[in-house]
């Protein structure tokens, strides 16, 4: 079956510009997270969904990181005035249990890049 | 975080075997588990230990000890597409913490 898609794969935006990241999880996996990932090292958590409800947001790096699945499937990151330091490849995993304590299935990232 | 602590890089010749060391903080344990990560690609799952000992899956396999907070992934026969970052990451309440990746090359 098909597994966690994300669009765009790659993202240019000039600082100050507002981006919205798509992830379109396993059909049926319960929870669903967020990660970002600097060139060189482990993704760092940012956000867990199970189904529409965001249980945790402590990874969000500022109020300028907001993210929805408002129907708990589909989720969306939108970062909002976007600085250099936001530039990371930003992945998006769910898995079927309805906590963080299992196997998670990741996407192939979106690469953004602000110049 | 969680003090996750393993390798940056490695380099290991084709055929070999190679074991790629990850420490971690014991509280809270709930499970660790292992990824492979090609550039440029999602990380894919390898193994998860939860109890003590090794788990033995084709050439890869994986050992835990908890008391230690300590587990290793052992890769044997080599291949060239092995070639990637292997992450160690331990379960938290709502999320994986990672760490920061053994970047291993396989040589001929």
């Known amino acids: 079956g098909a597994g966690v898609s994300q669009s765009p794969r790659y993202k240019v935006a000039k600082r100050g510009q507002d981006v919205a990241l798509r992830c379109d999880p396993i059909?049926?996996?319960?929870?669903l997270f967020w990660y970002q990932q600097a060139l060189g090292q482990g993704p760092e958590f940012l956000t867990y969904?199970?189904?529409?409800?965001?249980?945790?947001k402590s990874g969000l790096p500022s109020d300028r990181f907001f993210a929805e699945r408002p129907e708990g499937s589909v989720s969306t990151l939108k970062i909002q005035r976007t600085q250099q330091e936001d530039s990371a490849v930003y992945l998006c995993?769910?898995?079927?249990?309805?906590?963080?304590?299992?196997?998670?299935?990741f996407g192939p990232g979106t690469r953004l890049t602000v110049t | 975080g969680q003090n996750i602590d393993q390798p940056t890089e490695m380099t290991a010749t084709e055929g070999a075997i190679v074991q790629i060391n990850c420490t971690y903080q014991t509280s809270g344990f709930n499970g660790l588990f292992w990824y492979q990560q090609h550039a440029g690609e999602a990380p894919t799952f390898l193994s998860y230990?939860?109890?003590?000992g090794l788990e033995e899956k084709g050439r890869f396999s994986s050992f835990l000890s908890r008391s230690k907070g300590y587990s290793y992934l052992l890769l044997k026969e080599l291949q060239m597409k092995d070639s990637a970052s292997y992450l160690c990451?331990?379960?938290?309440?709502?999320?994986?913490?990672f760490g920061t990746g053994t970047r291993l090359t396989v040589i001929p």
């Open positions: 969904f199970q189904n529409e409800a965001q249980l945790d």
């Open positions: 230990n939860v109890l003590d």
């Open positions: 059909s049926g996996h319960v929870s």
């Open positions: 995993a769910s898995s079927q249990r309805w906590t963080g304590a299992g196997e998670q299935y």
């Open positions: 990451a331990q379960t938290g309440a709502n999320n994986l913490f």
